[in-house]
């Protein structure tokens, strides 16, 4: 069965919406989410109740836990915004829908092994496998950091989809790095005689100098980058339209970083 896998949704309600109807477009009927519904954006509701009806499991990715919990070592827009969607979330007067929200959230997985996607067991986490909400995985620490991918992967059984750095692409055991770009037709084929760390990129604030929504679908052993376009005007007026959230926050969806 296609799946379609997306992360790092961020309260954008409008980049949300065109993913799913992409989605749906395209016949596919799973969907799996890595993390990161909220923060940053001015939709954390709407997201959290599109993600609970469509989404067959969420992780919970750092802004999740920021929310929820607290904001640990969140810069101060990062900050500002966790403890804005906290009292958004507080101030729903609707005492059933708030409860299921929160239980939502707190429901939220931090690692999934899923036996059912392909031929290869397959592993999901927000961050990393080493620290599954927090540890980001740059394309750069292929050549910065070896040693780093090297003890990374050795917790990888074979395929693992992970978000959190808003850059989608393939790192390889080799270690090496593709951006979607470089694979014919924007599809990596999952191979038997190499590992892979798959980013899905981010559906609510890419960060690779592409502003469209980014998604995958992963049909067999074949997974496709797929890119969206969104009302991104709207999207970024509704984040200056709240004092709380930084006006950076709207400017960087303008432009994909």
């Known amino acids: 069965m296609p799946t379609a896998i997306l992360s790092d949704i961020h309260a954008n309600l409008e980049a949300l919406q065109a993913v799913l ?5 395209r016949g596919v009927t799973r969907i799996l989410c890595l993390g990161d519904i909220i923060g940053y954006g001015a939709d954390p509701l709407k997201c959290i109740d599109l993600v609970r009806q469509h989404c067959e499991w ?13 904001p640990t070592n969140f810069n101060p827009a990062a900050e500002s915004a966790a ?26 997985r931090v690692r999934v092994v899923d036996a059912n996607l392909g031929p290869f067991p397959t592993l999901f986490v927000h961050g990393s496998p080493r620290r599954p909400i927090n ?7 292929v050549s910065t950091a070896p040693d780093k991918l090297s003890t990374i992967f050795e917790r990888v059984p074979r395929v693992c989809f992970v978000g959190h750095t808003h850059q989608p692409g393939v790192f390889t055991d080799e270690p090496d790095f593709y951006m979607p770009g470089e694979l014919t037709n924007q599809t990596y084929t999952i ?5 892979a760390i798959i980013n899905v990129g981010s559906v609510g604030q890419p960060r690779d100098y592409d502003a469209r929504a980014s998604y995958v679908i992963v049909d067999g052993v074949n997974v496709q980058f797929v890119r969206v376009p969104y009302d991104v005007e709207t999207a970024a007026k509704k984040i200056r339209a709240v004092p709380q ?10 432009n994909g970083q």
């Open 58 to 70: 969420s992780l919970m990715g750092n802004h999740d836990f920021g929310v929820l919990y607290e």
């Open 83 to 108: 403890f804005w969607t906290r009292e958004a979330l507080d101030a729903d007067p609707d005492d059933t829908a708030r409860r299921a929200r929160y239980e939502f959230l707190g429901r939220l």
């Open 191 to 195: 191979s038997e005689n190499e590992k």
């Open 245 to 254: 959230l930084h006006d950076y926050l709207a400017d960087r969806l303008m």
């Open 21 to 25: 109807a992409n989605i749906q477009s």
């Open 135 to 141: 540890e980001y995985i740059f394309p750069d620490d």
